[in-house]
């Protein structure tokens, strides 16, 4: 990782004639190199006799610690390298969903998926369909729009809804930190005891199905 990846804004990098130190450390970014303690002017001079540019990439040591190299591609390396790192932090948390949910349960999803968010995660909506559900896919394809709707003042479609086999899902990416705005407060229950709540409540259901089935096909 190269020095002071992450201690430097790019957009605020102090190079060349704006460097305000008298004497600052060189290293010469392609090799490695270290030059020691050089005045500034020879430092700039050292840079421009490469056709590269001085860059403080150190503003804070004593003396500051400069790079010579092309400050366009030493930009663009902060730039992937700080997008590749938040790509690593970044978990995807899944929130299913239910064509027949009532109003309780919905936003009690949605105080998850946005405590999700404001943690700049991303959340994978599942909708899934069981049996004869599967006839009313509008349904379900207006309600991920509502989600959508709902999760608006948190976050932005990065996957639009898809149905695939029997269920729709879609992937929302949160919005940057000043731009959040949470609109369904902080959930009552742990994530653990909704998800808990939920396989309860879709184990009864098959049990229910089981039981019309057996009704309506006896031996």
């Not at 591609?73 to 730039?79: D, P």
């Not at 700080?82 to 309780?104: L, M, P």
């Not at 709707?149 to 086999?165: E, N, Q, Y």
């Amino acid at each position: 990782m190269p020095l002071g990846i992450f201690l430097i804004n790019p957009d605020f990098i102090r190079i060349n004639e704006r460097i305000r130190a008298r004497e600052v450390r060189v290293i010469i970014g392609s090799t490695g190199q270290q030059l020691g303690i050089l005045k500034t002017d020879e430092a700039l001079r050292r840079a421009k006799s490469y056709g590269l540019d001085l860059i403080e990439i150190s503003p804070n040591a004593t003396p500051p610690v400069c790079r010579i190299t092309d400050f366009g591609k030493y930009k663009y390396e902060l730039t992937k390298q700080e997008r590749e790192r938040k790509q690593h932090h970044t978990k995807v948390k899944e929130i299913k969903f239910r064509v027949k949910i009532g109003t309780h349960d919905y936003e009690t999803k949605l105080r998850h998926a946005e405590e999700f968010l404001e943690k700049a995660n991303k959340v994978k909506v599942q909708l899934q369909f069981r049996g004869r559900e599967m006839a009313h896919k509008d349904l379900g394809l207006a309600m991920m729009e509502k989600i959508t709707r709902d999760l608006d003042g948190m976050s932005t479609v990065d996957t639009p809804a898809k149905l695939l086999g029997r269920a729709i899902t879609m992937t929302l990416s949160p919005l940057p930190a000043n731009k959040r705005k949470r609109r369904f407060g902080k959930p009552e229950e742990s994530f653990e005891e909704m998800e808990a709540a939920d396989e309860a409540k879709e184990l009864q259901e098959e049990q229910e199905d089981s039981a019309d089935s057996a009704q309506l096909n006896p031996e």
